[in-house]
């Protein structure tokens, strides 16, 4: 990686890693939104995140992403640092005892086909999550009746200060689309727990995920997936489409007509048409149904 020289208060001459200043989020959040970063981090490794966070002043508060598949930055912005781990944190070890360690920067399909070439099932959930391993612990994504957390054996995290430390399992407790971290700790790695399995009967399992995919959902456009969880014994998308909103537009953001708890951004859609859009919707259903359609899309930044 390329150091692209800025001209910035903080001196980063020891970092090795990509940092820029004023860096638009829109390019790098897959519903291509979100207005400039004050200071954008990629990482080469971990080492040099740690340094990183070592130079950059306490006050200076940090958002983390992986792929920004997730996420609804504001149009104005985001005041701070932000740390990508995509492309650096990037190791993939499978370890001898039917485990693999995965950096936070890998991107879940990469993981998912790796593993199942390798003769491992239980990721392949993760195929077409279109996120990384960081991600997917900080969301506890999941499809198919898996989540992230029921395979986690142990996780490594960095602190404020660039500290790592190892931590069991046992040590979070994870639910539907969450799992609690302690105040200003991310997700550095993991270690996965796998079973052995025949090659061809992952890939299989694998392609049949990709092929249900593609059938029901807007695969091809900008979107952040699934925006609502689903609520208790019902689903967002059922809700939504019931209400009327399939093909809903506010600016550029539409419900999509596929799957309607998809907004998509159809036509350089702000982040404001898209939050616009979620607004209406959760009134909307809310009339309706007498149901309060929670987030599962995180919103970061200044309007
Ligand atoms: C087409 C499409 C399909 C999708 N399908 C699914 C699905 O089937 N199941 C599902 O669960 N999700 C799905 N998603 C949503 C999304 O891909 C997942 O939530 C994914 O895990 C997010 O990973 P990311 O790297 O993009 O995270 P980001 O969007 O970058 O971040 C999401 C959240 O995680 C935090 N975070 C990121 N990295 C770290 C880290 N290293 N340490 C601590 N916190 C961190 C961020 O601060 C943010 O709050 C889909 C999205 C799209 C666009």
């Keep these: 990686m390329n150091k692209v020289s800025i001209q910035s208060p903080i001196s980063f001459d020891t970092i090795r890693g990509v940092v820029l200043l004023n ?3 829109s390019k790098h959040t897959s519903w291509r939104v979100g207005g400039p970063v004050d200071y954008w981090f990629a990482p080469q490794d971990k080492n040099d995140l740690s340094r990183f966070l070592n130079i950059l002043p306490i006050e200076i508060p940090i958002y983390w992403t992986g792929l920004g598949s997730n996420l609804l930055v504001r149009d104005g912005g ?9 492309g650096g944190l990037s190791n993939l070890e499978i370890r001898p005892d039917n485990a693999v360690y995965v950096g936070a920067g890998v991107a879940c399909a990469k993981l998912s086909r790796r593993t199942a070439r390798a003769g491992f099932s239980g990721l392949e959930f993760m195929a077409g999550i279109p996120g990384t391993i960081g991600g997917a612990l900080a969301m506890n994504a999941g499809a198919f ?12 995290i960095v602190n404020r200060g660039g500290d ?9 407790s ?15 790695g993991a270690v996965f727990n796998l079973s052995p399995s025949k090659s061809s009967a992952t890939r299989n399992k694998i392609l049949g995920i990709l092929d249900v995919r593609s ?8 979107s952040a997936g699934s925006v609502f969880q689903n609520p208790t014994n019902d689903y967002a998308a059922r809700l939504i489409e019931s209400a009327g909103f399939k093909g809903r537009r506010v600016g550029g953001a539409m419900v999509s007509t596929k799957h309607a708890n998809f907004i998509i951004n159809e036509n350089n859609a702000s ?3 898209i939050e616009a859009l979620i607004s209406i919707i959760q009134t909307e259903v809310y009339k309706q149904f007498q149901i309060e359609l929670q987030l599962e899309v995180r919103i970061a930044g200044i309007q």
Excluded at 145 to 156: A, C, I, K, R
């Design 174 to 188: 994870a639910g539907y689309r969450n799992v609690r971290l302690r105040k200003d700790e991310w997700f550095l």
């Design 23 to 25: 860096e638009l989020m």
């Design 215 to 222: 059938e029901k959902q807007p695969i091809g456009n900008a």
């Design 145 to 156: 009746g898996v989540e992230t957390w029921d395979l986690v054996n142990e996780v490594e």
């Design 271 to 273: 982040a404001a048409d």
């Design 164 to 172: 790592v430390d190892s931590r069991p399992r046992i040590d979070f």
């Design 78 to 86: 985001i005041r701070g640092a932000v740390v990508c781990t995509h």
